[in-house]
C-alpha cells in the first residue's frame, strides 16, 4: 500500500480548513511593555492574558500565526498525557506530580475560559481522555496510571470498555477534557491581541535579543521593538543561552486525516501504549461530516530515512481498524524534555527580563497554555504554584541512560555525519531524491526535483554545524542535532537556525 493514490492534501488539516492571516510584517522601530517572539499557542496566550492584564505587547511571528508547531499538532487538550503520572511520581514525587497535573488541568479550564469570554467558533468539544491497553503486558501500566492520577486528585478512572472498533483490554479514562480546532482558536486569540497599543507581526524573523531591561529585539530586516520583557516561544528558544539544545530534543511525529461516517465516528481522545503506539480522534468539518485523525510512528529527528512509509503505515492502519482512507498528511516535530517537563521562565539566572518556554513534550495545548499562565505571573510579579516546577533555570536534565544518549548521538552526529557522502557526487543525485554528497572540500546538501533540476545548498546547519539529513516525505533538510528544518533552496522552515542554508551552486 502507497499513500500517494490516496492521501489527496500534504498539508496539515487546520491550515488547509482556515483561510491565511494576514498581519503586516514589521516596518518600523517600535517599544512596547514585552516582545512576544513566535505565534503558537504559547506565545498567542501570553500575549493575551498579559493583555487583559494592562500589558501593551508586540506579537512577532517569522512565519504565520499558529502555522508552526501549534498548526500541525493533534489538538488534544487534556491533563492526559500518556502513561505520564506514575512516572512522574517515580522520577519527581508526589508534590511535582501533583503540580504538573494541576498545572495542565487548569490549561483545560484556562482555554474554555477564552473560548467562552471571546465567543470563539473553534469546534470545541468536551471529551473523555484515554490511554488504552491491547494487550496485558501494558494493561498492567495502565492501571498503575489510573492509580497515580487518582492518587493526584485528576479526574481518572478504570474503563473497561471503549467506543472503538477493535478489542482492547481497558483503558485510563481522563472525564471532561477537551479537543479543538487549533488555528481557528489562535487566529481569534490573536485578533484580540492586535490593536489598543498591542501589536502582531508576521513574516518577521527575529535574529538575536540585546540587553536587558529594556531589551532590544532586534529582527533580520533591521527594525528593533524595546521591551522591559522578552519571551522566546519558538518552540525551541533561538537564543541559545541557557542550553536548551543539550536539555531537550526534537522528536517528529506523522499525522493523517480519514473522512468518517459521522455514526461511525468514535466519540473521545484515544492514545495506545506500547511500540507503534497510535493516536486518535475526530474532528468535525465544515461540510457537517467528520474527520478521523490517526497520529502516531514518531522518532528522533534525523533517526531514520523512511519517512514516506511512516504515512503508509498510518494509512493501513486507517483502513484495517476503521474501513476509511485518508485525505490529509502531514507531520510535526516537538521538543523532549529529558525529565518530563516544559522548561518555562528565565533565560538563565543572570537574565531577569528574557523568559523562554520549551520542551512541551508532544502536550503542546495543555502545557503551552500552562506555560502562558506561568510567565504572565512572572512578568507581574506574582506568585504562581508551578513557576518552580517549570523553572527554566533547573537543574536538569538528569544523568540518566536516556538524557545521555541523546546528547551522545548529538556528538556522534556533530561527528560521524561528516562522513557523509563521502564517496558521492552531485551527479549521483537522482530525480526525486536528495542526498548528502562532496562537492571538493564542502558538504552539500542536493536534491533534484522530478524535473531533473538539481537544487544545491550546504549540508551545514547554521546554528551549530551539524550536518543536515533529507526528509523525503516532507521534501525537507532536517537537522538531527537540533531539529531545525530548512526547504530545498536553503530557506528556514523550523528553528532554532535564525539564517538558512548558504545555496552552492
Known amino acids: 500500500m502507497t499513500i500517494s493514490p490516496e492521501l489527496q492534501t500534504h498539508q496539515s488539516f487546520w491550515l488547509a480548513s482556515t483561510l491565511p492571516s494576514s498581519y503586516p510584517a514589521l516596518s518600523q522601530d517600535i517599544a512596547v511593555d514585552v516582545a512576544i517572539v513566535g505565534g503558537g499557542i504559547a506565545g498567542i496566550t501570553t500575549a493575551i492574558l498579559l493583555k487583559q492584564a494592562g500589558k501593551q505587547v508586540a506579537v512577532l511571528e517569522a512565519d504565520r500565526v499558529a502555522a508552526g508547531v501549534s498548526g500541525h499538532t493533534t489538538a488534544k487538550v487534556t491533563s492526559q498525557h500518556q502513561l505520564k503520572y506514575a512516572h512522574l511520581i517515580k522520577d519527581l514525587g508526589v508534590d511535582k506530580a501533583r503540580l504538573y497535573g494541576d498545572a495542565n488541568q487548569a490549561a483545560v479550564e484556562q482555554v474554555a475560559t477564552l473560548v467562552q469570554k471571546y465567543s470563539i467558533d473553534c469546534d470545541f468539544e468536551r471529551q473523555a481522555a484515554y490511554v488504552f491497553a491491547e494487550t496485558s ?52 486569540l490573536a485578533a484580540q491581541v492586535d490593536g489598543d497599543g498591542s501589536y502582531l507581526f508576521e513574516q518577521t524573523r527575529v535574529s538575536t535579543v540585546d540587553g536587558e531591561h529594556p531589551s532590544q529585539v532586534k529582527t533580520q530586516t533591521g527594525f528593533t521593538v524595546t521591551a522591559q520583557d522578552v519571551v522566546v516561544t519558538t518552540n525551541l528558544p533561538i537564543l541559545d543561552q541557557g542550553l536548551f539544545f543539550a536539555k531537550a530534543y526534537p522528536r517528529r511525529s506523522y499525522l493523517i486525516g480519514c473522512p468518517i461516517d459521522p455514526a461511525q465516528a468514535p466519540s473521545g481522545m484515544f492514545i495506545g501504549t506500547g511500540e507503534g ?24 529527528v534525523g533517526d531514520v530515512s523512511d519517512t514516506e512509509a511512516r504515512f503508509d503505515r498510518l494509512a493501513i492502519y486507517a483502513r484495517d481498524r476503521f474501513g476509511v482512507v485518508p485525505a490529509y498528511h502531514w507531520s510535526s516535530q ?22 523562554v518556554a520549551t520542551g512541551f513534550s508532544l502536550w503542546g495545548m495543555s502545557n503551552g497554555t500552562a506555560s502562558a499562565m506561568v510567565l504572565r505571573d512572572l512578568i507581574l510579579d506574582q506568585p504562581n504554584p508551578w513557576a518552580e516546577l517549570y523553572e527554566a533555570t533547573r537543574a536538569t536534565p538528569f544523568v540518566t541512560q536516556d538524557s545521555l ?16 557522502g563521502l564517496f558521492d557526487s552531485p551527479d549521483s ?12 572540500v564542502d558538504k552539500v546538501a542536493v536534491y533534484r526535483d522530478p524535473a531533473g533540476t538539481a537544487h544545491s545548498v550546504s549540508a551545514v546547519c547554521p546554528h551549530l554545524g551539524c550536518i543536515v539529513a533529507w526528509n523525503a516525505a516532507e521534501t525537507s533538510w532536517d537537522c538531527p542535532c537540533h531539529g531545525s528544518r530548512f526547504d530545498t533552496e536553503g530557506n528556514i522552515l523550523q528553528g532554532p537556525a535564525v539564517q538558512g542554508l548558504e545555496r552552492n551552486d
Open 429 to 440: 543525485v537522482e530525480p526525486g531524491e536528495g542526498k548528502v554528497v562532496n562537492a571538493g
Open 277 to 300: 503506539y497510535r493516536s486518535i480522534r475526530t474532528t468535525p468539518t465544515d461540510d457537517g461530516g467528520r474527520l478521523l485523525l490517526i497520529g502516531g510512528e514518531g522518532h528522533k
Open 334 to 355: 516537538d521538543m523532549m524534555s529529558f525529565d518530563q517537563v516544559p522548561y518555562v521562565g528565565r533565560l538563565t539566572p543572570a537574565h531577569q527580563h528574557t523568559y
Open 137 to 188: 503486558d501494558t494493561l498492567a501500566s495502565v492501571h498503575q496510571e489510573v492509580e497515580a492520577a487518582q492518587s493526584l486528585g485528576l479526574p481518572a478512572s478504570f474503563a473497561p470498555t471503549l467506543p472503538l472498533p477493535f478489542a482492547t483490554r481497558g483503558a485510563a479514562k481522563f472525564s471532561h477534557q477537551a479537543q479543538f480546532h487549533p488555528r481557528k482558536y489562535l487566529l481569534a
Open 405 to 420: 544518549k541523546k546528547n551522545l548521538e548529538v556528538g556522534a552526529h556533530w561527528v560521524g555525519d561528516r562522513l557523509k
